[in-house]
């Protein structure tokens, strides 16, 4: 089949069935959900499960009718408009909030109701113990599940946790600065030790929200292979939010774009977004392409580096 062929079928595929203009100014077909061909990992089974998820605040409807089936070790970037839910998702994942209605289920039973060892969460602001040492902060991870009451361990309990803490960081590359203070970091070395405060507890799920959105383009680069480096080791399965949608399809394996799609100038906050497209990136990427070219302009403007890391 020529490129001109494979192209065509990739974006018929993707089609929706009601119509608006794509970012070209194409009328292309328009549904309540816009899919493209199941990555093959996807057959092994459900580890993740979102059943017909909707929040709300109040007369505020911030995310409605989501439904996703997550393979155990996908990579899933979610993208989108600012203030089109995609933390609240996460918060949802992580256990911080109560879907409104609907249920999140991991590993076939419901999510616990508040975050817990399985999730791991690493944020766009460091969240990091300024009074720790790099190697206390995060040692204290083992330490605090294990003694309650005084928050450290003693003698060979101690000892272990802390060579534990010391192995992990030398993963992420602070091994030379175990006895340096959060303040003494670069914002880089910062990042990566909240990524190693989230794997010492080896959660199966991480969820990371705008991690790199602060640092410069080359630390940026370096983290990018560090996370991929870390995600291939442990086979974590990872929610990653960015408002760079370059990002997202040099790091995932899955595009999900969040959009409002309904609206109502007299009732403003009645709809809430949705996952309008769903693009799995470890297949041909002449066909993600075709995807791309689907997406309506006020996504692809409101992320301007699509064009320029999508189609290099």
């Given amino acids: 089949m020529s490129d001109k062929k494979s192209s065509a079928v990739a974006s018929e595929s993707l089609a929706r069935r009601t119509e608006r203009s794509n970012r070209n100014g194409q009328v292309v077909p328009e549904d309540c959900e816009h899919r493209a061909t199941q990555p093959a990992a996807r057959a092994v089974g459900a580890f993740i499960e979102v059943k017909n998820v909707w929040q709300t605040y109040g007369d505020q409807t911030v995310l409605e009718r989501l439904n996703l089936s997550i393979a155990e070790g996908e990579f899933c970037a979610l993208v989108g408009a600012s203030g089109c839910g ?27 109701g508040e975050p817990d060892a ?3 969460v690493v944020f766009q602001r460091y969240s990091v113990f300024p009074h720790l040492r790099v190697l206390d902060n995060v040692a204290i991870g ?7 009451l005084l928050g450290r361990l003693f003698g060979s309990a101690k000892r272990a946790a802390r060579e534990q803490a010391a192995e992990m960081l030398q993963k ?6 175990l006895d340096k203070y959060p303040s003494q970091l670069s914002g880089g070395m910062q990042q990566r030790l909240a990524i190693a405060q989230a794997l010492i507890m080896k959660p199966r799920v991480l969820l990371l929200d705008e991690p790199f959105g602060a640092l410069d383009p080359g630390i940026r680069k370096d983290m990018h292979a560090l996370l991929l480096e870390l995600w291939r080791e442990t086979g974590l399965t990872v929610f990653m939010v960015t408002h760079d949608l370059a990002e997202g399809f ?6 999900m774009v969040f959009d409002k799609t309904r609206n109502d100038p007299h009732a403003p906050n009645a709809f809430g977004a949705r996952i309008t497209y769903d693009i799995p990136l470890n297949e041909d990427r002449r066909a993600t392409r075709a995807a791309l070219d689907t997406l309506p302009a006020h996504l692809t403007d409101s992320l301007p580096t699509a064009q320029q890391g999508v189609r290099a």
């Avoid at 083992?142 to 309650?148: K, V």
């Avoid at 992420?172 to 600065?177: M, N, Q, R, S, T």
């Fill in 118 to 120: 399985s999730r791991g």
């Fill in 86 to 112: 995609k933390s609240t998702f996460l918060r949802l994942l992580l256990g911080q909030e109560r879907p409104s209605k609907g249920e999140i289920l991991l590993g076939g039973k419901p999510l616990a």
């Fill in 142 to 148: 083992l330490e605090l599940p294990r003694s309650a």
């Fill in 172 to 177: 992420v590359g602070l091994g030379h600065a």
């Fill in 250 to 255: 040099s790091l995932g394996t899955r595009l």
